[in-house]
Structures are given as structure tokens and as C-alpha cells.
């Protein structure tokens, strides 16, 4: 604009400035942009969340503004902000953080529809949130290193003599935590501590399962505990060439056989709940979890009867822990356990 612009061509701007602006806010909140827009707190794996995202703006025509970071930051955030979240929606890699923000009265119920398109032992006991998707807690070992007959049948073994100098773990990962409440809760809270401590003196500690992973492949650490899915992604980042690993699974039943759910919830201060009660529908929708079964995320799908499409051991052929989602509980436990011992 040059600088020599009249005093009556300013004014003349202003006011078609503010008449625009006037007109905006006078429409309905269904045409105004705002409304067709919601707020995603993205505590899962950005690459996956970006398919699915993808997917529900194609189908829908509602945009989703994503805000990564680690679930339990994302979830101390929510606790920080309150009501004045801006969050819409939550999504996790694990359900403790969800079943803290239920218990603090911070999530609305899930649509009942939404419910029923998950087995109802994968989320909310109180219908708060619903599962997404799940993986299951495994050994990856270097096989150079460690033969299979040698392998631990039980993931309490790890904390035995013969795995020091060879261990490596992530203590801070929020997958972590889930296998100190399994085995608090099948073989007691001494036996848990016991574990730690013996963790603590045979491994070496990673500040992530992408490190675990990465590090027991080159052979700086033998064994590591992660989730199976890491195993697999990093097969796809080096190639099967490139890899010197090989995942383990425990003995049928085990507290390390633990399957792990990824859950949404919708936040309770949202102002759009229509929208933000569509997106966490979606991602359980047979569209949504088919984005999953064929994606590089290497998850399974538990919603809509949908299969994954990956070579991965069979989902019905899983012998899990016997622990359910009430069991894990809202993480506090095993955080304090940790924190005791000095692993956090």
C-alpha cells in the first residue's frame, strides 16, 4: 500500500475489514471454520496418526489439526489445562494416561456405536474412551549373540545373573510401565520390585524402544525388552539385510506377554464434540482400521472385525497375559515403583 493513501481509503478498508468480520461471525457455527476443524493431542506414532488423519479429512471434509509429543506430556498438558484445553481429542499409545484423565473427570463418554465396534474388554470400563489398536510385548535378541534355546521362557528371567552386561530397556517409556502392573498384579508387588532391581544390575538403559531395538540389532546389547511392532519397523528402515535380530516371545500366559492398547478419548471441554465423536469413530470404523491393517505401523486392529494384512504372528494365536485394562490401571503405581528405585 502506498504510503501516500488517503485518510479516506484507510477508513474505507476498515470498514469493509469489519463488515467482513461481522458478516464470519454472524453465521452459524456449522459454516464458520472453526466448526470444521478439531484439535488432536497425538501421543501415538506420527506416521500412523498421519494415515488415519488423511483418511477422516478425505471422508469427512473436517480438518485436524495434529499436536504430537510423548502421551504422558500430552496428558500432563490436558491436566494443566483443564477446561481451557484445546484438545478435542486424545489419542495414545496406552490406556493408563486415559484411564488418569477419566478418573480426573476430564473425558465425555464414548458414542455407544463407537463402543460397539471394539470388544469391550479393549477399552473404558466406564466408556470413556475406546481401543484403536494393540501390540504385544516381546524379547528382541541378537542372533549372533544369543541362541533361541537360550532364551528366557519368562520375562522374569531377565532379572537373573546370566543376563548382566546383556539387557537393554527403556524404564521411561510409557510401554514400559504396563509390564510392571502385569507382573505386580499375577506375581505381586515384591516380585515386581525384585524385577527392577534386577533389571537395574544386568542392563544397560535406552531412552526409547527405537534405541532398544536399534542398539540390540548392532549388538551393543544382546537382549531388549519392546513391543513387537519396533522389530518391524526398524526391518522396514534398514532392510532384512541389514538385520542381525530376531523377536522372542514368552512362555503362553506370561506377565511379558502383555498386549498393549492404543486408545482415543474425546475431551469433556471440547466445544466440538460432534466433530471430535466422528474422528475417534472413524479411527475404529472398518475404513479406519484398514488404514491400520495395511499401513507400516505394524499394529493389530481390534475394531470392526478388520484383520492385519502384515505378516505378523496371528492375532487369535496370541497367549497373553491373563490382565485386563482395569488392571493396568492409571500407571501410577509402577511410575512410583520406578521412582523409588531411581530408574526415573
Known amino acids: 500500500m502506498p504510503k501516500h493513501k488517503t485518510f479516506a481509503s484507510l477508513s474505507l478498508l476498515i470498514l469493509l475489514v469489519t463488515a467482513i468480520t461481522l458478516t464470519a ?11 470444521s476443524t478439531i484439535t488432536l493431542y497425538n501421543g501415538q506414532h506420527e506416521q500412523t496418526t498421519a494415515r488415519l488423519v488423511a483418511g477422516f479429512e478425505k471422508q469427512t471434509g473436517i480438518k485436524v489439526k495434529v499436536r504430537s509429543d510423548d502421551e504422558d506430556v500430552l496428558g500432563n498438558q490436558i491436566l494443566q489445562e483443564g477446561s481451557s484445553s484445546p484438545a478435542d481429542v486424545f489419542y ?12 480426573k473427570g476430564l473425558l465425555a463418554p464414548i458414542a455407544a456405536s463407537t463402543l460397539a465396534a471394539v470388544p469391550a474388554k479393549y477399552s473404558s470400563p466406564q466408556g470413556d474412551w475406546v481401543g484403536v489398536s494393540a501390540r504385544v510385548s516381546a524379547l528382541v535378541y541378537n542372533t549372533s549373540q544369543v541362541k533361541p534355546d537360550e532364551l528366557p521362557s519368562s520375562i522374569l528371567e531377565l532379572a ?43 542392563g544397560k538403559v535406552y531412552p526409547d524402544n527405537e534405541t532398544v531395538v536399534a542398539q540390540v540389532n548392532n549388538g551393543e546389547s544382546a537382549v531388549g525388552i519392546i513391543n513387537h511392532y519396533y522389530w518391524y519397523r526398524l526391518r522396514d528402515e534398514v532392510g532384512t539385510s541389514g538385520m542381525h535380530s530376531a523377536l522372542h516371545y514368552y512362555a ?10 492404543s486408545g482415543a478419548a474425546v475431551l469433556k471441554s471440547s466445544s466440538r464434540q460432534a466433530a471430535a465423536q466422528k474422528f475417534v469413530a472413524f479411527l475404529v470404523s472398518r475404513e479406519g482400521q484398514e488404514i491400520l491393517a495395511h499401513s507400516h505401523s505394524y499394529e493389530y486392529p481390534i475394531g470392526s472385525g478388520v484383520q492385519s494384512a502384515q505378516p505378523l504372528k496371528p492375532f487369535d494365536q496370541l497367549q497373553l497375559a491373563p490382565v485386563t485394562i482395569g488392571d493396568l490401571g492409571n500407571g501410577s503405581a509402577p511410575l512410583e515403583l520406578e521412582q523409588k528405585l531411581g530408574l526415573l
Do not use: M, R
Open 25 to 35: 461471525c454472524g453465521g452459524t457455527s456449522g459454516s464458520s471454520s472453526s466448526a
Open 252 to 261: 503362553p500366559h506370561d506377565p511379558g506377554y502383555l498386549l498393549n492398547v
Open 160 to 202: 537373573q545373573p546370566q543376563w548382566k552386561g546383556k539387557l537393554g530397556f527403556a524404564p521411561s517409556e510409557t510401554d514400559f510401565q504396563p509390564l510392571v502392573s502385569a507382573i505386580s498384579k499375577l506375581d505381586g508387588v515384591a516380585t515386581a520390585e525384585k524385577w527392577l532391581k534386577g533389571l537395574q544390575a544386568n
Open 92 to 103: 495414545t499409545e496406552n490406556t493408563p494416561v486415559l484411564e488418569d484423565l477419566q478418573e
